[in-house]
């Protein structure tokens, strides 16, 4: 695969994003949550369904962090509190690598 990660502000929602391109599938955050999981024993505290959007929210133990699927815009996950964006980057850029060398 070749995905590439983009640090995007969302100057409406006052955060920074994520946002995975070429990695627009539907189902690719519950790939990506699963990696994580296996990786760095980190869990799924709340997972939701709906029909234009899917969001798997993540935690540390300490910190959470969502995952987003939107079929307009595709995969992209964002921290909980800017704090902790630099630690979710620096373990999604670790699975995005590994990924990426299937």
């Known amino acids: 695969m070749n995905i590439i990660i983009i640090e995007h502000y969302n100057e409406s929602k006052k955060r920074y994003e994520l946002?995975?391109?070429?990695f627009d599938y539907y189902d690719g955050?519950?790939?990506l949550s699963k990696k994580i999981c296996d990786i760095?024993?980190?869990i799924i505290?709340?997972?939701f369904d709906g029909i234009y959007y899917k969001?798997?929210?993540?935690?540390?133990?300490q910190n959470r962090y969502y995952l987003e699927w939107h079929?307009?815009?595709?995969?992209?996950i964002y921290a909980g509190s800017d704090s902790y964006f630099s630690e979710m980057k620096?373990?999604?850029s670790a699975i995005v690598k590994i990924?990426?060398?299937i």
Not at 55 to 61: G, P, V
């Open 19 to 22: 946002l995975l391109h070429n």
């Open 29 to 31: 955050i519950d790939f």
């Open 40 to 42: 760095y024993s980190d």
């Open 45 to 47: 505290k709340k997972r």
């Open 55 to 61: 969001t798997i929210e993540m935690s540390d133990r």
């Open 71 to 76: 079929e307009d815009i595709g995969n992209y």
């Open 90 to 92: 620096r373990k999604i």
């Open 99 to 101: 990924i990426n060398d």
